[in-house]
């Protein structure tokens, strides 16, 4: 994952230009979308999970790092087309961080939804 959102990208150019930076989020939540979310995607993860899940992520190396624990979203409580994965800091509303766009998955209702232990990456 390393489509910074518009939001954490100008709070790191405005902290190098001396002003604060935005404080840590208590923790990080991956969301779900059909289509581009800075274009006209739309959030599936309601249609699939209740809501946003939270993400543990191991340390950083090699200028990366990936979840250190299964992101489960439960079964699909209806159908849906994921393209890309979506990090938050918070579990609704709040704001994106970053996307990462993924081959076509097709859910269906009562589908497991997840996604493996070391298989969402972020880096730089």
Do not use: C
């Amino acid at each position: 994952m390393s489509d910074m959102s518009t939001y954490l990208g100008d709070a790191l150019l405005n902290w190098l230009k001396s002003s604060a930076f935005p404080s840590d989020p208590a923790n990080v939540y991956a969301g779900l979308y059909n289509g581009d979310p800075d274009g006209a995607g739309t959030e599936v993860t309601g249609t699939v999970a209740l809501t946003r899940q939270a993400v543990t992520f191991g340390s950083i190396a090699a200028r990366a790092m990936s979840n250190t624990a299964e992101i489960d979203f439960g079964d699909a409580s209806g159908a849906a087309t994921v393209t890309y994965v979506t990090l938050h800091d918070a579990a609704s509303a709040g704001n994106r961080l970053a996307k990462k766009i993924v081959s076509s998955v097709g859910v269906d209702s009562g589908e497991k939804v997840a996604i493996a232990t070391g298989d969402l990456d972020v880096s730089y």
